[in-house]
């Protein structure tokens, strides 16, 4: 399913990247888990082999690495950039921040084994989903 959103969004101009490999994805698994955050689940690891990343309208999915877009004066964060910002934010332990969109982020519960979209600010659950492509294409739907 991840596939054929990423084929929609491509055609509305979505900013996708080239796929990461997968020492970059055991990199930055176990850089995270040292700090207690959530694993990264496989449907995700999926995700960052077709992209490493991705922007579309405001709408952020972080990659294995941070890049700057030197042309906009902005870096867009890797998930570890993104991540360690909350690192002694006790709400966020055993989670993953995976991206954000406007005021809410989308977090991976790896106890749950869920995906939530959250509150920025204050991190009320405001949706939980059972699968990634399904958490992504409930913000799409709303979009179009």
Same mark, same amino acid.
Request: hydrophobic residues 45%.
């Given at each position: 399913m991840i596939?054929?959103?990423?084929? +929609?969004?491509?055609?509305?101009?979505?900013?996708?990247?080239? $796929?990461?490999?997968?020492?970059?994805? @055991?990199?930055? /698994?176990?850089?995270? #888990?040292?700090?207690? *955050? #959530? &694993?990264? $689940?496989? !449907?995700?690891? !999926?995700?960052?082999?077709? +992209?490493? /990343?991705?922007i579309w &309208? /405001? *709408? !952020?999915?972080?990659? +294995? @690495?941070a890049i700057d877009r030197e042309d906009l004066g902005y870096t867009f964060p890797g998930l570890i950039e993104a991540n360690l910002n909350f690192l002694n934010d006790d709400y966020l332990k055993g989670k993953l921040l995976l991206g954000k969109i406007s005021e809410e982020i989308f977090v991976y519960n790896g106890l749950e084994h869920k995906f939530m979209v959250m509150d920025r600010i204050n991190f009320i659950v405001n949706s939980v989903h059972s699968s990634f492509s399904e958490m992504v294409y409930s913000f799409i739907d709303e979009i179009y």
């Open positions: 596939d054929k959103i990423l084929a +929609t969004l491509r055609k509305d101009n979505a900013i996708t990247f080239a $796929p990461a490999d997968d020492k970059s994805i @055991r990199f930055v /698994g176990t850089m995270l #888990a040292s700090h207690k *955050f #959530a &694993n990264i $689940p496989a !449907e995700f690891i !999926e995700f960052l082999k077709i +992209t490493d /990343g991705l &309208n /405001g *709408f !952020e999915i972080y990659g +294995t @690495r």
